[in-house]
């Protein structure tokens, strides 16, 4: 029988424990917030965001109305850069770019229209989008700016 | 017979081979010593070119760098103290220098080959700040406007990266524009998802992202080689370039960009201060004026 030098059985340990932290909690209460999320997703930002998060073509540069089109939520886009505060504060009170030429707003707010549960649901839905390097640089942001206490 | 003729003439065409030989080297020479008194002409302009400025609002105090140098002035650039630089800008130049926000007062320098350094004690003491960066080829570096251990950084072919510990770890948080940064400034100009703004001055015109880094994009129609940016402390949509031609200022965060009245036909560096005061940095000339760039003296020689 071969023995495993003890350092690479810790290494791999290691690895596996980075892998495993790097995914969202497998709890039950996560699983069921994604799936919310999912269904909240669907029917309030896959319209312009893409059914699959995808974005609209184009979502790099400003259009002739100098607006920004919807981004991607998956791992080409940014969303993965905010912190879980921002994304709060962006779906419930939503944003305007300045430059933009147009008076609309380049996010609509959604704090009239869901509960801060379904704001986070709706977040936590859009980190499986991401992988699994960018959900931790994610959290390290997050531990800044966490959620709100309305949304904990 | 023949073979001495022979022999003659093969000497005779090996020593006009040999004059022209040498002939061709002592053009040579004198080319080279020429290109060498050129280089050693343009090395002390390079010396003395004010690479860049920094004000300390909280102070009042200016801060002024060469390649070589870096010197401090609290009465507006009339008297400068000289600032001691750590041993290794012997060997590197320096680029860059900013200062953070807040009480801490920590000094950032940072330069290719140079890396980033940082002091919080006016220069008697540095630390070398690049644990996370790829490597020292730090071409600028600018601090957070109102976070005061927040600091940027842009490595050639890197991208920009930021601590947010002072400079003791970093990371990367894109690859910048397309175009090559030559220097930038983090503005807490309103409108930001996160919190501000980076103006960049680059190979071909200025570029604007979000703090969030959600994307870089063209500030308006500013084309050429930018310097410098810089923008209002009191008013951060106003925001200054300086280039190849001169001056430049925008009033609406960079989408419209007139020309502005100019000390020197080429700034090199810029940095602006409350109340409408601006300094330019025209190599190795400092300008100021105090009525956003209506007038301008020259303060040092």
Redesign the interface.
């Known amino acids: 029988m071969h023995s495993i030098p003890l350092g690479v059985v810790a290494g791999l340990l290691s690895v596996a424990a980075l892998t495993h932290a790097a995914k969202p909690p497998p709890s039950s209460a996560n699983q069921q917030r994604i799936g919310a999320g999912r269904l909240i997703y669907q029917q309030y930002c896959a319209s312009c965001h893409g059914a699959k998060g995808e974005g609209k073509p184009g979502w790099?540069?400003?259009d002739a109305q100098g607006e920004?089109p919807p981004?991607p939520h998956g791992p080409e886009g940014?969303t993965w850069?905010?912190a879980d505060g921002?994304l709060y504060r962006?779906i419930r009170d939503g944003?305007?770019?300045?430059?933009n030429k147009t008076k609309r707003q380049t996010m609509p707010a959604y704090g009239q229209t869901l509960a801060p549960g379904e704001i986070r649901a709706v977040i936590t839905y859009l980190k499986t989008l991401w992988t699994p390097e960018q959900r931790r640089?994610q959290r390290e942001e997050s531990r800044?700016q966490p959620f709100p206490p309305e949304a904990q | 017979m023949v073979d001495l003729i022979m022999t003659i003439k093969q000497r005779r065409q090996s020593l006009r081979s040999l004059w022209r030989l040498l002939g061709m080297a002592a053009v040579f020479v004198t080319i080279l010593a020429g290109h060498g008194l050129a280089g050693a002409a343009a090395s002390t302009s390079f010396k003395d070119r004010i690479v860049a400025l920094e004000f300390d609002s909280a102070t009042g105090t200016l801060l002024k760098a060469t390649a070589k140098t870096l010197s401090q002035s609290n009465d507006q650039g009339q008297t400068w103290t000289r600032v001691a630089l750590p041993p290794s800008a012997a060997k590197a130049d320096v680029a860059a220098v900013a200062i953070s926000a807040g009480d801490k007062r920590v000094l950032y320098i940072a330069g290719p080959g140079l890396g980033v350094f940082r002091t919080k004690d006016g220069g008697r003491s540095w630390t070398a700040a690049n644990q996370g960066l790829p490597n020292r080829r730090v071409v600028a570096l600018t601090t957070h406007a109102d976070q005061a251990d927040t600091v940027y950084a842009y490595v050639t072919g890197k991208g920009i990266f930021r601590s947010?510990d002072a400079g003791a770890r970093w990371?990367l948080?894109d690859r910048g524009p397309r175009e090559k940064i030559l220097h930038f400034v983090h503005s807490n100009m309103?409108?930001s998802?996160?919190t501000g703004w980076l103006f960049a001055a680059t190979s071909e015109g200025v570029r604007r992202s979000m703090d969030?880094?959600?994307?870089w994009?063209k500030a308006g129609e500013l084309v050429g080689k930018v310097e410098s940016v810089a923008y209002d402390p009191d008013e951060p949509q106003r925001v200054y370039a300086g280039t190849a031609k001169g001056l430049f200022v925008s009033a609406d965060?960079g989408?419209q960009w007139t020309s502005m009245k100019s000390p020197a036909s080429v700034i090199t560096a810029l940095t602006a201060a409350p109340s409408g005061v601006l300094y330019a940095g025209a190599n190795g000339s400092l300008f100021l004026s105090r009525d956003r760039g209506e007038t301008w003296e020259k303060v040092d020689a």
Request: net charge positive.
């Open positions: 790099q540069q400003r920004l981004p940014h850069k905010h921002m962006i944003w305007r770019d300045p430059f640089i800044r | 947010q990371r948080m309103p409108g998802m996160e969030c880094f959600c994307g994009h965060g989408e």
